[in-house]
């Protein structure tokens, strides 16, 4: 089910619903009985608080948002914002707040299978959702692309000269656990200007012409949020390709170039805390998220 946040989609689907509507979605494109999402790439968003409040003021962004194929929750606080907006009593602004607050305090201390963590539905996070993603393109042989990425020092800055392509590099690591996985291409070499757009897109063109492939099934874009789906939008039916998923910084981690939290940190939904700890230039990003985004919501809510 689809429930709007501060004015942004988010549909509120496991997983294995997600993956169900991607692999429908492809199928059809390949038999051409879906004529309509053959002509353009279908984006899929992996929608966080802050693609919800970068989009309050970037209405292309939150166009981009609003019309795509799918748009998951990939954050626990979208998780709680969408919990609270449904379970909120007008005029009790105390409350709301309290009970909010509340609810909010007891999920980390609750089991994965207690009704807290049940009412509270599934994040699905984008770098897991890659990972699943080549697992159905393995199983269906669809074809897969990865564009951007690019190593940062822990400082977030970029590194000038880096000794590896990190697209390259994560692809390798995918064919690892994929063998059979129809890999296409991978490059970090483009940036997400358009200036760049008709090089990455020959590039992309000349993969699939190696294959002997008129159209690529999915590619998988990390330029940061925003920029990655605008390029998607603006590019993908010049490929052409059916599926389009921004990732952020997947690639950092499937590469093995930025480590994971550890697994009891992400159980109690503190990951964030870690990587403000392992990367310390996120600080802002955070605080998007966390007080400003449910400070948002609560007053709206009003």
Not at 99 to 108: E, T
Not at 152 to 164: I, K, N, Q, S, V
Request: charged share 25%; hydrophobic share 40%; aromatic share 12%.
């Amino acid at each position: 089910m689809s429930h709007p946040i501060l004015g942004v989609k988010v549909d509120f689907l496991s997983k294995r619903e997600v993956l169900e509507k991607v692999d429908g979605l492809l199928a059809a494109c390949r038999i051409g009985s879906f004529s309509e999402s053959s002509k353009k790439a279908n984006l899929l968003c992996t929608t966080n608080p802050e693609f919800i409040m970068s989009a309050q003021k970037d209405p292309e962004f939150k166009e981009l948002i609003n019309t795509s194929f799918l748009s998951v929750p990939d954050g626990v606080g979208v998780l709680y914002a969408d919990y609270y907006l449904r379970n909120l009593q007008r005029g009790n602004l105390i409350g709301d707040f309290f009970r909010g607050l509340f609810f909010g305090l007891r999920v980390p201390f609750s089991g994965e299978n207690s009704e807290v963590t049940k009412n509270l539905g599934e994040r699905i996070a984008g770098v897991g959702l890659v990972y699943d993603l080549c697992a159905l393109a393995e199983r269906k042989n669809y074809s897969v692309f990865l564009l951007g990425g690019w190593p940062t020092d822990f400082f977030g800055r970029p590194l000038e000269a880096p000794e590896y392509d990190l697209a390259q590099k994560a692809g390798n690591e995918l064919k690892k656990l994929y063998p059979n996985l129809n890999l296409i291409g991978a490059t970090s070499r483009f940036s997400c200007a358009e200036r760049d757009d008709k090089k990455t897109i020959e590039f992309v063109q000349e993969a699939l012409k190696v294959r002997n492939l008129d159209k690529l099934d999915i590619i998988i874009v990390c330029y940061g949020q925003k920029n990655q789906e605008k390029w998607i939008a603006r590019n993908g039916a010049q490929i052409p390709v059916t599926l389009g998923i921004g990732a952020g910084g997947s690639f950092d981690y499937i590469s093995g170039m930025k480590a994971w939290a550890p697994k009891w940190i992400r159980k109690i939904h503190l990951e964030w805390l870690f990587r403000l700890v392992t990367q310390p230039w996120r600080i802002k990003r955070i605080f998007t998220a966390f007080p400003i985004f449910p400070l948002k919501v609560f007053l709206s809510s009003r």
